[in-house]
């Protein structure tokens, strides 16, 4: 971790610190010496999970309250150098059946997050997770921050509208925003109670169960899958560089991996389970990208970042945690 030290004694507040990413973020944290209040309004049928924040739970502040809530959020902005926003509403499937709540989580809590931040710390960084969705269906791979932006479902839509309003406040109140679009990303602390979305740790559920994983389609879409140790450290990184503000990135390995094969090395890593392909459901086909794979030339330029879990790895480390910790994931 090249950031070592940067963020000791650095008061941070990470919005949606219970899910997955978030959980996986303030343990990183406070083994940096940070001092970490999480924000979080444990949203049914996403991430948000206590027992992922056990190891830390003396050691962190946690706020149930929500994004949307302007008088949460004016008090817990005040004082932070660094906010990562990372409460979403983040199941694609979701997104379609209940688009307000998408747009009411993913845009106006965004807003009431800028805002508090306009009226009560204007020195504070903010880090964005947004996603690779916002670019929709590839017209050229791997894709780059220029590609255009054409996102498919609403879920896409939101991300690609609060990255916006964050750059508009960079821009015009100078409150430093940087923004990701993030790739799919697995491992340890992601939930596991459906398959609506984080589709990697249900194929590896479906494999520690000895179950049939249902691969869409032929299975020969492509997909960039990032180990969740890599975003922690790129999210630290970008956090850390100031010539990150005010920019855009993709963030991903780079590396394209098909569904089948996917299933596949899951198989053999787990020594349990088998593909099974069966057809798209029609809520999946109608919000699915097509291949997509990520080109990280930028920050890796800009934050000295690069993704060192391979595959193999972040799998075997994966299955581990879940072999382990099961009943606490379904
Ligand atoms: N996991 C991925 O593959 C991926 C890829 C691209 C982008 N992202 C983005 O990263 C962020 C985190 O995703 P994750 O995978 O950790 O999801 P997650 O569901 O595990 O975590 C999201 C957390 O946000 C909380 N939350 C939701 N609405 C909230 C609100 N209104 N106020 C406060 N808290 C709220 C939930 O309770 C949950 O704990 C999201 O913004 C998501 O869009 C994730």
Redesign the pocket.
């Known amino acids: 971790m090249k950031t070592k030290g940067m963020f000791k004694d650095k008061e941070v507040l990470v ?2 610190g ?5 959980s996986n973020l303030c343990i990183e944290l406070v083994k940096n010496g940070a001092h970490v209040t999480i ?5 049914p049928r ?3 999970n206590l027992f992922n924040i056990k190891d830390i739970e003396d050691k962190v502040r946690v706020n149930f ?4 809530n302007g008088l949460s959020m004016n008090h817990l902005v005040k004082g932070k150098h660094y906010i990562f926003h ?5 199941n694609h499937v979701d997104s379609m059946r209940n688009p307000i709540q998408d747009l009411e ?1 993913n845009c106006r ?1 965004t807003l009431v997050l800028l805002e508090a931040l306009r009226h009560n710390n204007r020195d504070a960084r903010v880090v964005f ?4 969705g916002e670019y929709g269906s590839s017209v050229k791979l791997p894709v780059d921050e220029d590609h255009p932006t054409n996102p498919k479902g609403i879920y896409a839509v939101t ?1 690609l509208t609060a990255e916006k309003m964050v750059l508009v406040y960079d821009d015009i109140f100078g409150i430093k925003g940087a923004c990701l679009r ?4 697995y491992g340890p602390r ?2 596991m109670a459906h398959d609506e979305y ?1 589709v990697f740790n249900w194929f590896i559920r479906k494999a520690i169960d000895n179950e049939a994983i249902p691969v869409f389609g032929d299975g020969r879409i492509l997909r960039d899958f990032i180990y969740v140790d890599d975003i922690v450290d790129c999210m630290l990184m970008t956090a850390a560089s100031d010539n990150a503000y005010g920019e855009v990135f993709n963030v991903g390995t780079g590396i394209p991996v098909s569904f089948v094969e996917l299933a596949k090395k899951i198989v053999e890593i787990a020594g349990s389970g088998h593909a099974q392909f069966t057809e798209f459901t029609q809520e999946r086909k109608e919000v699915e990208p097509g291949d997509y794979y990520t080109n990280i030339t930028k920050i890796k330029q800009t934050t000295g970042w690069k993704p060192l879990v391979s595959l193999d790895e972040g799998i075997k480390k994966t299955i581990e945690y879940y072999r382990k910790y099961k009943k606490e994931y379904w």
């Open positions: 919005t949606g219970i899910g997955f990413i978030g924000v979080d309004n444990m949203l996403q991430g948000g309250s929500d994004v949307r990372l409460a979403g509403q983040v989580i809590g997770a947004g996603t690779r991300n993030i790739t799919n990303t992601h939930q984080g």
